[in-house]
């Protein structure tokens, strides 16, 4: 059986890192994207699942989403992660999932 793949941008914040953890426990393979640099935030360290998940760094602008999209190849695809400055718009097609 073949494992599904999810991305969450914004995975080193509350939700992001509660989402993570969730689908950790259902069995999928869970990425994410993060701004920050190197030390992936205490909410990963909080719940230990830093060494169960990947992530990839991100700038404001979102300039390697496209690599990281296709580098995933996934079905499912979480955006919680906030905006730090006001200016920036990101459109991306999205639809809601329920998890069983």
């Known amino acids: ?5 999810i991305l969450i941008m914004g995975i080193t914040g509350q939700d992001g890192s509660y989402l993570a953890k969730l689908f950790l426990n259902k ?3 869970v990425h994410g994207t993060s ?3 190197g030390d992936w935030a205490k909410n990963i360290k909080y719940l ?3 060494n169960k998940i990947r992530i990839y760094q991100t ?3 979102f300039n390697n989403l496209n690599k990281i999209l296709s580098n995933i190849m996934n079905k ?3 955006l919680v992660a906030s905006q730090a400055t ?3 718009k990101v459109n991306l097609k999205m ?3 329920t998890v069983k």
Request: glycine share 0%.
């Open 27 to 29: 069995k999928f393979i």
């Open 35 to 37: 701004r920050q640099k």
């Open 86 to 88: 006001t200016n920036l």
């Open 59 to 61: 700038d404001k602008k």
């Open 1 to 5: 059986m073949i494992k599904k793949k």
């Open 95 to 97: 639809r809601n999932m």
């Open 48 to 50: 230990n699942i830093s």
């Open 76 to 78: 499912f695809f979480f």
